[in-house]
């Protein structure tokens, strides 16, 4: 492709992923002026066949498309190849959690992508890892309960330590806090040894052995390494290059990490999304996680009708179930809210208030008998008076 088409291309009245596609889809080919008129031509007559019509019940038609090939999805949950540990729901289960919008996915999973220097070498990428993965304490050494002096002992291995890329003064440091912080439970002393690699933990009540049993644990269990809600993760090799994939979901945390590349790591938690990156990437994860779920079930939805549906979910500036909690519970017609769900207590309540039903919508319309106004429903006739003079 010359360059004048080129800048001609740029000058065209089209969105810019449509103007970068057509360069892309053209670079390689010799057309003369007439062939990219036509082409043209082609485009906008495609584009004009595509736009929905005015009064179409577009809402209806987008329900109606996702939900009957919902009837066809399997519930089932995916095990990564190989990784017995991770799973990840699919199927009509998923789709509910992201029309639900629930706050927490049933397994949250993130899919974690590395920058250059890290995505093409396991050792580092492997370091990245353990900068993720929570570890708890016993990981580290051992872990000894001491009766008779009424003391919890734990004695590192440096070894591990230096493998794992963390010394020992943080381990040291960071155990007795995030017992506090994390894990709520002050009721001991602490003393700690870097020469010997040790660490002494004390209850303050020394007559209690259930207090000590209930110090060990929490000092088993604590996470001195990694990322809290990060529970477990798996280093795979996809297209040569190194991918994280972890069973729990922290995006904001996981962003901090060395080495991540934070324009491509993703996660399954749509709400966590929209709280981190905002409220449009929150409406982007509704479509990609909507559109991959029905399309890993061999079911394809023009994404036109997801794309919808994502958009109501997000229009007030935050993520919203579709549900009675959400929008359909919303809506400004009182028949349109008692007819999806628990009926008395919104005609109850209407009632109460003194609304008016303004018979706008489909649902509205079908209880009362009445045509609906789109389509031809929208059309009204008025006859114009005439004045026959004789």
Avoid at 44 to 58: D, G, L, N, Q, S
Avoid at 80 to 100: Q, S
Avoid at 127 to 134: N, P
């Amino acid at each position: 492709m010359n360059s004048d088409l080129e800048e001609r291309i740029d000058t065209l009245d089209l969105p810019y992923r449509t103007r970068e596609d057509l360069k892309a889809s053209l670079a390689d080919r010799d057309i003369t002026e007439e062939e990219f008129d036509k082409i043209l031509e082609m485009i906008f007559f495609e584009y004009e066949k595509t736009r929905i019509e005015p009064c179409e019940a577009v809402g209806v038609v987008a329900a109606q498309s996702i939900g009957e090939p919902g009837t066809q999805m399997t519930m089932r949950t995916f095990h990564y190849a190989g990784v017995a540990e991770i799973n990840v729901t699919l199927g009509l289960p998923r789709l509910i959690e992201i029309m639900d919008a629930r706050r927490e996915p049933s397994t949250p999973t993130m899919a974690v992508f590395l920058l250059e220097d890290w995505a093409f070498n396991r050792d580092r990428a492997r370091e990245v890892s353990w900068q993720i993965e929570a570890a708890p304490l016993h990981e580290f050494g051992d872990i000894t309960i001491d009766m008779e002096h009424m003391q919890v002992f734990v004695q590192l291995n440096k070894q591990v330590c230096d493998r794992r890329r963390i010394a020992v003064d943080e381990i040291i440091e960071t155990a007795p806090r995030k017992i506090k912080e994390k894990r709520h439970f002050r009721d001991f002393e602490v003393e700690g040894d870097p020469k010997k690699a040790s660490i002494v933990f004390t209850p303050k009540d020394r007559e209690s052995y259930q207090n000590l049993f209930q110090l060990a644990e929490h000092v088993r269990n604590v996470i001195v390494q990694g990322i809290d809600d990060i529970e477990r993760v798996v280093v795979r090799k996809e297209g040569g290059e190194y991918i994280l994939y972890t069973e729990g979901s922290n995006l904001k945390d996981v962003f901090e990490v060395e080495g991540v590349d934070t324009t491509r790591t993703r996660s399954n938690n749509i709400s966590e999304i929209a709280d981190v990156l905002g409220i449009e990437a929150g409406r982007n994860a509704i479509i990609q996680e909507a559109l991959s779920t029905l399309n890993e079930q061999g079911i394809g939805v023009d994404v036109r009708h997801i794309m919808l549906v994502a958009d109501m979910m997000c229009m007030d500036g935050e993520v919203k179930q579709i549900g009675r909690h959400g929008i359909a519970g919303e809506k400004e017609s009182v028949l349109s809210r008692a007819a999806f769900e628990v009926t008395v207590n919104h005609l109850l309540d209407a009632a109460i208030a003194n609304e008016v039903d303004e018979l706008n919508g489909v649902t509205e319309n079908v209880i009362v008998g009445q045509p609906i106004q789109l389509g031809t429903g929208d059309v009204r006739l008025i006859a114009k008076r005439v004045n026959l003079k004789t």
